[in-house]
Every structure is written in structure tokens, then in C-alpha cells.
């Protein structure tokens, strides 16, 4: 939504899983298998490798032994293959190269989802302003000032979707979700470097 927000019309979503509520063209399967026969059809490429290996949350499964696939260095490398524009998106301590990082107090939104987002194009260096404090405790219903937090099974589906300006997920999407006003920036900064 954001890519679409920054004035791209042309928006395909890959994903191995269902997403019936996806607002754009969907295609069910895997992404990387799709990205290596379709990718030099399109102009930009935005990756989201899964992010369970390097998160914070996902680290309760990980001492008990479950495993995560490490998918960064291989969608980097067929992306770079492919040789379009591209922007991979990922949580800190995903092994980005060179990453912008950014959070909801950049776009003045009380919400905890610092992303970092590595592209092969030049972004301007900001500096991302610090977030305020959080009472935040899993399994807390939110109080009404706390910063909207969209991680498990979290609380207040309905504020996070209005916060995170995006109406149409699940509670289970919007905890893997990338909020558009995020999106939108880089689609910005993508466009004016393609004009």
C-alpha cells in the first residue's frame, strides 16, 4: 500500500501462504522460485525474507530448538542477479548491508516496528528519532497512550490497524506487516531517483 501511496500502479504480491485480503494482484507460491523466473519482468523488487531468525520475539522458540531459515543472503544474491532496483526489508540483526532504519516516531505514529530496509539505490542518511517509553508486557491488554506494539498475539487489533493505517489484516498479518506510511517513503526516494 505504501509503493502504491508513493505513486506506483502496478503492485504484485508474492507470498507461499494464502492472503485473501491482499489489495493488489496476488500471486500464491513460493517467492523466491517466482522472483527467479518473473523477477527481470518487473522494474522494482521488494523483498521480505522471514524474519524468525533474527528477532526478537521469534528468540523463545529458538532456545527451545526450533530452527528458522536464514533466507537474507540468498534473496540478496538473486536479487543482485537480476540487476533491477531492489529493497529488502528485514527486523534488527537481520544481516542487512547498509540499511535504513526507521520507526513509527519518524512518521510521528505511536508504534513500536523499527524496520530496516536495504536497497542497491542511494537513500538519504536521517537520523531516526528515538521512540518514547513503553510500558508495553505481552499479554497486557494497552492502555490508551501505549505505543501499539503488533508482535503474537497482541491486543487492540483494532487501534493497531487505525496506528498502523492498515485496515484490511488480520491480527496475524499486522504482527509480520510493514506499515505503508514506511513504504511510501521509499517509494519516494525510488522514484526520484528514477526520474
Known sequence: MGYHRAGFDDITGVDIKPMPRYPFKFIQGDALEYLAVHGAE?????????????TMAGQQWRLDGKEYPDMVAQTRELLLKIGKPYIIENVPGAPLINPVVLNGAIFKKNLRRTRRFETNFG?????????????????????????????????????????????????????????????EWIGKQLLEMLR
Not at 531516526?128 to 492502555?143: A, C, T, V
Request: aromatic share 10%; hydrophobic share 40%.
Open 42 to 54: 518487473y522494474d522494482v523488487i521488494h523483498a521480505s525474507p522471514p524474519c524468525q531468525a533474527y
Open 123 to 183: 537513500i538519504p542518511f536521517m537520523l531516526i528519532p528515538k521512540e518514547g517509553p513503553s510500558r508495553f508486557r505481552m499479554g497486557r491488554k494497552p492502555r490508551h497512550n501505549d505505543p501499539v506494539v503488533p508482535v503474537g498475539h497482541f491486543s487492540g487489533v483494532l487501534r493497531a490497524r487505525r496506528v498502523m493505517e492498515i485496515d484490511w489484516m488480520t491480527r496475524e498479518e499486522l504482527a509480520q506487516a510493514i506499515p505503508p506510511a514506511y513504504t
